[in-house]
């Protein structure tokens, strides 16, 4: 017979231990917490929580077993211009639910207040709308699982999406496609590995909402950064349709992508949820506990303080709220073995009252704890709040998007003037910007041309202007930042005389990425050529415009980015794990990097100022380093030199004197959709560069 017993405070959420399940809820404000059990026909069983420790209700619950669908209704203050808006009428999703069947049916119901008067209770019953919470048994057989714990200075970041890489692949099973088994299949890791990259970047898996507005117009949210599950892996990636399928599905696929030597590495969106605004529904922690869980004015506490630019923002001024990220953080490390975390928006959670603090509580929490010191960390270092843009201000342990490093490149090849000199500092892994407070390597920064947020690759060539038309926003939606590439005719076109410029561009900025000091960041789908047709805010498009075709694939496109992967990755030069230096360092006599005009002689102060030409060489000494190479294969330590050109006219570059007197061997020309010719050159000699080309000479014994 099943009984409530008092149970425990912790671990809070549902944790069954053989014979029943405990539940714990956080609440500072709730006056009793029911747990309410759904049977397969629809009944509701409710299980007020009869003891409480502090602000945590508790109950243990006799005979109750994974897959158990249940949800929390709180009793409370019924206080809006407090900011308090508990309803007992709001079935309410458990902040730490392991899995969560089904997605919101957007009725009236699952709103908190009345339409006609926000100060009044809606009292229709929420549940036949609401997903449900699932009570989870995590054993799971992991073999001889292990981390690849690729080291930073030999990572190469490829972020993706689950279900677009495989919706569409020919190979994938059907029944596969667009799922965590879908990328976990032998046609995608073999893809994976044939790339060369060493870490996947998922895009959010936590539970998410699929917004109202967007479901209202026939639309669905792809992206995911509308998180309401933070234990949670997204249901609907799962193949299966056993309700909490997905928990044991996304183990196989980390467990699968780890047998391959990939690491996995998550978005994970901590800064606000999917309840929206004000105005928004009960869905889970706003009926919880508000005042706790979200930032809210001083002068008018019905309302969000904003700094996420969706409506809310996590409040992790509240230990109650700290606790639960770190909860939830550990949980995808040790029951997911997950090998590091991408944080959106990572500003809003290092702010200590309204003002970013690196030294504040999530901050030291992270540095301080044992499980989540030893992953991988990776900030966007922004928010749209007062002081929000934080580049360069994270601690030692973190690494951080480079959008300078973006917006330098994207701007040096589309020649806009006098951006040589920040795009040296760009190149060499900007220590302009992080070579400071303890951070000695150039892996601080993340350096990316695109992300899933803008343009792909192809379409940064192609299109002038931006076309979201699709989102239903009248194309006032994403930031329209791809001005000046004067690309001639926008979109995909025949004229061979306008694709070889656009190929010859984006070869040139995927070269100048793996070569660049830094961690590199590739988007899916990139490799395959794959356009959004001008849409540069995707997020609401899950459909062929955001998944990728294996259909379209340009073979000579993916052959050129598998062999600037595999440069990258065979000599160190490219990845060194201190900063470069400019007088020698290595006992050749030769600086780590120099810098020259076109003409062979050393950049002056003059060329340095000019703002234009922006054409320039630049020598990378790799004499006497011993880094060694990611896949087992003996080091090399060869030289390089690079020549940029991003001006229309081809034009000749001189090789420089007294750089040794071994000849070069052409190894990259963006000119060429093959290798070059092999031939042998020396110093003095005169190498012809396409215009907005980069040619890479190799100086080496075997050379």
Request: hydrophobic share 35%; proline share 8%.
């Amino acid at each position: 017979m099943t009984r409530l017993l008092p149970g425990r405070p912790y671990p809070l959420g549902a944790t069954y231990d053989g014979h029943g399940t405990n539940f714990a809820v956080h609440s500072d404000i709730a006056e009793s917490i029911a747990v309410c059990v759904f049977e397969p026909d629809g009944s509701e069983t409710p299980y007020w929580l009869s003891a409480s420790d502090g602000s945590i209700h508790h109950g243990y619950v006799t005979d109750l077993g994974p897959g158990t669908r249940y949800g929390l209704r709180v009793e409370g203050p019924w206080a809006p211009g407090q900011g308090k808006w508990c309803n007992p009428a709001k079935l309410l999703i458990d902040p730490y639910a392991h899995a969560i069947d089904g997605d919101i049916a957007w009725d009236r119901a699952v709103y908190g207040y009345d339409i006609q008067d926000p100060d009044v209770a809606e009292p229709h019953d929420s549940a036949p709308f609401m997903p449900k919470s699932l009570v989870v048994d995590h054993s799971f057989d992991w073999g001889d699982d292990v981390s690849p714990q690729i080291p930073w200075h030999e990572t190469i970041l490829y972020e993706t999406h689950v279900k677009s890489l495989s919706q569409l692949h020919p190979d994938v099973p059907p029944e596969l496609r667009g799922t965590y088994r879908g990328l976990a299949s032998p046609p995608i890791i073999d893809h994976l590995l044939g790339l060369g990259i060493t870490t996947v970047e998922l895009l959010p898996v936590q539970h998410f909402v699929h917004d109202h507005a967007l479901v209202r117009h026939g639309l669905r949210n792809l992206w995911g950064y509308q998180p309401i599950g933070f234990f949670a892996p997204y249901s609907g990636y799962a193949a299966s349709q056993d309700p909490g399928g997905q928990v044991a599905e996304f183990k196989d696929m980390v467990k699968a992508l780890h047998a391959a030597g990939l690491e996995v590495i998550l978005d994970v969106v901590y800064n606000h949820t999917g309840e929206s605004h004000d105005l928004g529904p009960n869905l889970s922690f706003r009926g919880i506990d508000n005042p706790a869980y979200y930032r809210l004015s001083d002068e008018d506490p019905r309302h969000y303080l904003d700094f996420s630019g969706v409506g809310n923002t996590i409040n992790t001024d509240h230990p109650a709220v700290l606790r639960l990220i770190a909860d939830s953080l550990r949980h995808w490390v040790q029951a997911y073995h997950v090998d590091g975390f991408r944080f959106d928006l990572a500003t809003t959670l290092a702010r200590s009252g309204l003002e970013f603090d690196a030294a504040g509580p999530f901050l030291h929490l992270m540095y301080q704890d044992p499980v989540l010191n030893s992953v991988k960390l990776i900030a966007e270092p922004w928010d749209v709040g007062p002081g929000g843009y934080r580049v360069g201000s994270f601690p030692a342990v973190w690494r951080e998007w480079n959008d300078r490093y973006r917006d330098n490149v994207r701007d040096y090849w589309r020649a806009v003037p006098a951006t040589r000199a920040e795009f040296a500092f760009r190149l060499t892994g900007s220590s302009d910007i992080f070579a400071h407070g303890g951070r000695r390597p150039p892996t601080a920064s993340i350096n990316f041309v695109t992300s899933h947020d803008g343009y792909t690759l192809s379409d940064l060539v192609a299109y002038e202007r931006k076309h979201n038309e699709a989102n239903g926003q009248h194309n006032e939606d994403g930031h329209d930042d791809n001005r000046s590439w004067n690309t001639g005719v926008e979109g995909p076109t025949d004229d061979a005389g306008i694709s070889d410029l656009r190929n010859r561009r984006r070869r040139s900025i995927l070269a100048t990425l793996l070569l660049s000091q830094g961690v590199p960041m590739l988007l899916g789908g990139d490799e395959l050529s794959r356009t959004q047709r001008g849409n540069n805010n995707a997020y609401a498009q899950d459909n062929e415009t955001s998944w990728y075709d294996w259909g379209k694939v340009d073979a000579a496109f993916l052959d050129f980015w598998r062999r600037m992967v595999q440069l990258r990755r065979r000599h160190p030069v490219f990845r060194r794990r201190t900063w470069l230096r400019g007088t020698p360092a290595n006992g050749s006599g030769l600086e780590d990097v120099r810098w020259f005009t076109p003409e062979g002689a050393p950049m002056s102060l003059h060329d340095w100022e000019a703002r234009t030409p922006t054409s320039v060489a630049i020598y990378l000494n790799g004499q006497g380093l011993v880094v060694p190479d990611v896949d087992g294969r003996a080091p090399l330590d060869d030289s390089f030199l690079l020549f940029l050109h991003p001006a229309p006219r081809a034009r000749g570059f001189t090789i420089p004197a007294g750089l040794g007197p071994a000849p070069w061997q052409p190894v990259i020309d963006t000119a060429l959709d093959a290798e070059p010719p092999h031939q042998l050159l020396t110093q003095g000699q005169t190498v012809d560069v396409a215009g907005f080309g980069l040619v890479v000479l190799r100086q080496g014994a075997d050379v």
